[in-house]
């Protein structure tokens, strides 16, 4: 009896205390709900890994389960993870040939879209463009859509990184290719259209929902603009144009109130405010900032103040004044290629695109690293998952578990 309660123990006290269901988080803002620590350890502790293919896709989380989407042989695969033991509780994939534009090979062929969890079902959207519905408790299979017979291509040109979303009952996802997409609604439960919005190709950035002007609206970076359509029906609201090297539009926006906040390569950052005057809608520009810029890294926002990491000085963190967009503090130049930023607590955690991840105190107007981990040694684009007990991170080819304890 006492070594298997000892087992028992010993694998509990490793679950998580918060879900992550989907891009970003809850919210969809990156904020890890509930959280609390006051002291970092000096070092992480590795409870497990597990090789699950090549990818950039998110981990998601829920019910001590750790579900991931990769790409082992040609084919795209969902596994679903015990979150004590790492061992794995179920894997199903399907063909998926595909290969990356030779100008962003050393991202790999792996899938870059995080899946959502709602429902009781699971939903991925692979790098060519194939949107599947399965079973969370099994992996059986509910429906699937790919869009060859719709689109002349099926991806944009360095492969599907949207992460869809589901709001309403409806599963949210802009597909197709360059300069041919649609943003769409399909019934979650039968995949079945419920609205579609051709106006432009899609990009790399994720929707996220807004209630502004007492509308609820979907706003996202499409391929060559920031645009809001309406959750109801699709039709479009406002559109700002947003043009970046390459049509590389990969910031999920960022809503604070009734305002929004976007950027891209080469451009400063921006907030506007969408008004709504009689049956059509404007937009009205609040700040524009050089000193705030995005490439891929999505920003967090705590009170007044925004954190991201900036293009320029090849990768370099900021603080921002979220009033003025006025620079508050900046980090030394040569953080990375990117950060994927999550907000637990009291302090930011940022992970670049070479393994190592910093915890960074959001009192004050200084960037102050508290820790340094070295948590990868491949590359790592996806976002860490934090926990009140650790914090689990994707590298190229492997999930792992990493113990605060």
Known sequence: MKPAIVAIFVAGSILPAQDWTQWRGEGRDGVVGGFARSAWPEKLTKRWSAEIGEGHSTPVVSGGRVYTFAREQGEEV?????????????????????RMNPAAAHHGEGPKSTPVLTGGRLYTLGISGILTCREADTGKFVWQKEFSKQFRSTSPLYGTAMSPAVFDGMLIAHVGGPDDGALMAFDAAT???????????????????????????????????????????????????????YDQNAVTPVIAGDKVIYGGLDNPLRELRPVRAGGSWKTETIWESQDGGSYMNTLVARGDRLYGLHFRNKGQYYILD????????????RQGDNAAMVLAGDDVLALNNNGELTVNRTAGDSWQVVRTYMVADTETWAHPVVGSTGVLVKDLKSVTFWSFE
């Open 78 to 98: 969902t596994r679903v993870i015990d979150f004590a033991t790492g061992k794995t509780l179920w894997r199903q994939a399907y063909a998926a040939p595909y």
């Open 322 to 333: 979220a009033k003025t967009g006025k620079a508050l503090a900046r980090s030394q130049p």
């Open 191 to 245: 995949g079945a259209v419920k609205w579609s919005w051709n106006g432009d190709g899609p990009g790399y950035a994720s929707p996220v929902l807004a209630e502004i002007g007492g509308v609820r609206q979907i706003v996202t970076e499409t391929q060559n603009n920031l645009v809001s359509v309406a959750l109801k029906d699709g039709a479009l609201l406002w559109k700002v144009p947003l043009k970046s090297p």
